[in-house]
Structure formats: structure tokens, C-alpha cells
């Protein structure tokens, strides 16, 4: 039986890159098709994100503005179904792992570049990732052409170079603010790294900083002259429900970058960082440490102290899977690759299939059988309300959470019907608040849709207030979600924030 330690070598120089790409394109091909069978609704912060492609800004209330462009621009090529919304991140990471072949061949050598590309593709976090559109899909593509150049001009290449690193890391700073941990990596290899030193000194990475700079600067007028509320948001969510110091939700961080990163990927950088100053640990090997260790340090205190979200530290995956790679590689560790990408092949098939099937699929036997229960009962929720909207005569929908406004904006899209934010106070809880905020001067009646089940919760800002059903939609064979709806009219003034709820 061929072992891949012997079939590995026999690939040509020539070759390799003919033949990643056709995995890559195979791959990328079958996870656009398993979007087209997915049951699997969008989820909310899915659906607010297409919600502001619909407006499109320099900013958003969460979030920078490059991941609206890219949903525009789906949009305007294949329409408005989930499938369509989220079909740029696979494209993208087509792209990611291209781009990560090119560091692992400019650092290292050509079986590395195969190996670091193969590996990438093949992380369940990755075959998870590309299922959903989110700020990291951007981000990652964005980082790892700015690795590329940056890796470029520390072996001396010319200012063109310090232009692409510019445009990489002004267009990663517009996918998501995390772009900045890049500035650390540059300042890590510094006080390491004599050509690193070097380079801070060079034009053309000071042409980098001017490029990007540039390109943020839209971003930041857009959220000084919306109150910094971009700043504020970011800061509660870092803040969490306070800080307090706690070694079970550390250690569950870094647990859990063991999924984002693969098993392997996260094991072979954790020996790498012990073994940093060892003889047998290279230049390049130091170099994508750098741009690994300081965003995964800085997220794991942030973790031991309040909440931090597994993919916060998402970033520093490209240099750690190129790491990983020139190890196994220069070990010949065929046996721990083959496994590493195996786990891949299995968790992305598990993925198809468990997407393909969404609606019936619980699991008696753990704790939450209906295990796509957080991502669905959306559709459901939009069918109903529709339904309700018609029978009720309902010319405006309302709802407070950001998720029903958000879902509600997307699969009420066709009905015609404005769906619009009830406010939550003087100061905005999300961008809805901003864009969409009900006022007196809508359209009534108003179909109201709410956790709140209490009609008095409503009486001091319509005259008339009428009950009108509760609504249950299925998240799985055995879980829903109950809301209460309410046809209002004759508003009093201007809406307030509802108190008895």
C-alpha cells in the first residue's frame, strides 16, 4: 500500500502547484454546492450584514464596512438566497490558501507551500468557517497577503511590495479592527530579527502605512460623525459582563484553538514557541511565530479575565499553519499531516451532510439534540409574521432585538413591508437603531413582534393595542422559539423604550 510519505516526494516542483490547485478548486467547487443544499437559515449576524449591504456606508454600528461591499457585490451577481450571501467565503479562502502556498514557497520550499496549502483547506475550523459569511473571511485573506508582502520585503523586494502591504492591511482594517494585531507582528519580529529592524527603516514599509492609513480614514470620519458608537460597541464587547479573573474560561480558550486551529496546526506551534531559541528552529520559523504569538497571547489574557470568542484570535492561524507545515515537512512527519487533514475531510463532510439536513436532524442521545437549533427557526419565524402581516393588515413590522430585526429584514425582503427597530433609549443598542428606528410617523398599524407577552408594556405609546397571537418557530424536530405579536395604532408622541418587558 502506497503510504503518503511515499507518494509526497514523487510530486514534481512542476507539478505541485498544478495539483494543489486542483484540489483547492475541487474543494472550493463542492463547498459551493453544498451551500446550494443547505438548509441551514441565515443566521442572524448573517443577516444584519446583509441588511447593511442594502445601505451601503464607509461604516456600520458593529463593524467596519468591506464585508457589506463583498454581500453587495454576491448579491448583484447571483441574487439574494442564503446560498448566494455566503458564497464568497469559500471563494475567499480559495484565495487564503493560495496566498499561504506563496508565503510557505518564499519562506521555505516548494513541499511546504503544497503541504501548508493542503493543511489549511483541510482544518475543521476552516470547513466550518466557509459555510457562513462573516468579518473573518475578509480578514484572513487580508492578512495573509499582507504576510506575504511583508514576508517579501524582509528578503529585500522592491517598494511594489510596500504597496500591496499597504492595500492588504488598509482593506483588513475595513473587514474587521483585529487587522491592527498585524502592527504587533512587525514589532515582535523587530526585537528579534536584525533585517526586521532593518526594514522599519525601509521607504517602502513606511509607504505601506501611508497606503493603509489612507484607506481607513473614510472609516474613521464615518464613525466620528456617528458618535464613535463603532468604538463603544467593540469596547462592551471586550469588557463582556465585567471583568473578573477566571482560569476555567482561559483554559476554555485555549481548549478551543485547538478546533480553530486543527489539533496538529495548534500542538506543532505550541512545541515551536517552547522551542523558539533552539538551534533547530530557523529564521522564517521565528518570523511566523511572531505574527502568531502576540494576537494569540493577547486574546488568551483577555479570555482569563472576561468573555473571548474562539475566532478572536482567528489571525494568527495563517502564520501558524505555514509554521506547522515547514515542521512536518522538515521532519517528515507524514503520518501527523495525513491525520491532520483526514480530521479535515471528516468534519467537512460531516458539515454537507449535517447542513444538507438541517430541518430533521437531533441527536437523542446529547444534551441539545437539536444540534442546528441556534441557526434555525429564522425562515419560520419571517413565514409566520408574513402570514400575520397579511391578515392583519399590518403596513409596517416591528420588533427591539437586533436578531428578529435583522432576520425579519431579510425574509420579509419581497413582501414590500417596512420592518423598522423600536428604540431602545437615547443611545443606539445596535445599528438598526441608527438606520431603522420606528417613530411616530410610521405606517400604521404597526405588527409589533416581541419576547414580551404583556399588551400594558405598549399602552403609554399607541391608543390602541390588540393581541395578536403568539407565533412558534422551529428551530429542529423538538425546539422553537415563542414570540408574542401585537397590532398597534394611534401612536401618542414619540415611542420611548418599553418598560415591563
Known sequence: MTSLADTAPRISTERRFAVCLMILVAVTVVRLIGLAFSQVDLFFDESQYWAWSRELAFGYFSKPPLLAWLIAGAEAVCGSTEACIRAPAPVLYLGTCLVSYAIARTLYDEATAFWAALLMTFTAGLAFSSRIISTDVPLLLCWALALLAYVKLWQGADWRWGVLLGVSFGLGMLAKYAMIYFVLGIAGAALIDRDARALLRSPALWLAAAIGMALVVPNAIWVAQNGFVTLTHVGHNIQGEGASFSVLRGLEFVASQFGVFGPVIFSV??????????????????????????????????????????????PAFISANVLAAAVLVRQAAWRWIAFSIALGVVAQIALLIGDANARRLSIPWISKPDVYARTMGWSALGDEVAKLARATGARTVAAQQRDVVASLLYYLRDTGRPVLSWPAGAVANHHFDITRRLTAAAPDPVLFISWCQSPEAFARHYRRVEPAGRLEARTGPTTSRTYYAFKLSGPVGDLGPLSGC
Open 269 to 314: 506551534l505550541l512545541i515551536v514557541c517552547v522551542r523558539m531559541f533552539k538551534p533547530d528552529i530557523g529564521r522564517g520559523d521565528r518570523l511566523m511565530l511572531c505574527f502568531a504569538i502576540p494576537t494569540l497571547a493577547l486574546v488568551t489574557v483577555t479570555a482569563f479575565v472576561t468573555r473571548a470568542n474562539a475566532n478572536w484570535a482567528a
